[in-house]
């Protein structure tokens, strides 16, 4: 018995088209992986020089001011362009950083440093809501890799709004995510984040705004200062009860 002819007979230059077709999109795709890989790779060389600059992040020491005190230990005065309070890492309750979390960065203890989804629902909500202004998608990380930039270059560098900066900014928040521990970055964020009234960090925030400690805030008085973040002057418990009341809500 004669083998069965095949059913469907392909014509030899079908087939060749078919190859050349295949093997020009996989020309085409090796290309381009190959062009955002040099392009990656020339970001990353022309802006590690930045990043390299904060490799000793352990020894990191914020700015303070100078205090003056009388003989019965009382404060009679300050000096500061920024004023902070530095606290242990003890001393901040672990409420007050959830609360920040909360606010700021929910999928802080998740996400590397860049907060991918974050970015896309940032997009999204301004396709879907193009007249209100776009809410801000930088991680907690990204907020001290830009606070530590304006440490290192000027204040007008450290905070334009261009690729060039969140590059830069991207970089070195991947950076401080290989270089510290979750904990160190949010404890050098609730140290270092401007809350309003030349207060930098929950230590001077709770002295400004509520003449305590930062470990003697009531949970109100907590919920406030987590949302001062974004926009400080408009929510501000001094100038603005009432917004800050609502905000907090």
């Not at 069965?4 to 050349?20: D, F, G, I, S």
């Not at 609360?99 to 996400?111: M, S, T, V």
């Not at 202004?133 to 991680?139: D, F, H, I, P």
Request: proline share 5%.
């Amino acid at each position: 018995m004669s083998a069965m002819p095949p059913l469907v007979t392909m014509p030899p230059a079908a087939m060749r088209w078919h190859e050349k077709l295949g093997r020009l999109l996989l020309f085409a795709t090796l290309c381009g992986l190959s062009s955002v890989g040099l392009l990656l790779g020339g970001i990353y060389l022309k802006y590690a020089p930045t990043v390299m600059a904060f490799h000793r992040l352990d020894d990191y020491q914020p700015k303070l001011g100078t205090r003056i005190y009388s003989a019965d230990n009382q404060l009679i005065g300050e000096f500061a362009i920024e004023r902070r309070v530095l606290v242990p890492a003890e001393r901040i309750p672990k409420l007050l950083a959830r609360a920040f979390l909360a606010a700021e960065d929910k999928r802080f203890y998740d996400h590397g440093g860049l907060d991918y989804l974050g970015m896309m629902q940032a997009v999204v909500d301004k396709v879907l809501h193009p007249r209100e202004k776009l809410r801000g998608a930088s991680t907690i990380t990204q907020q001290v890799a830009k606070s530590l930039l304006a440490t290192h270059e000027t204040y007008e560098s450290a905070t334009e709004r261009s690729v060039s900066r969140k590059i830069r900014e991207a970089l070195l928040a991947r950076h401080l995510e290989g270089a510290l521990s979750k904990d160190q970055i949010l404890y050098m964020y609730m140290t270092q984040t401007f809350l309003g009234h030349k207060a930098y960090g929950v230590g001077a925030a709770a002295e400004h705004y509520f003449r305590k400690n930062v470990w003697e805030l009531s949970i109100a008085e907590m919920a406030t200062l987590a949302g001062l973040p974004q926009r400080p002057s408009d929510y501000s418990p001094v100038s603005r009860p009432e917004a800050a009341w609502s905000r907090r809500r």
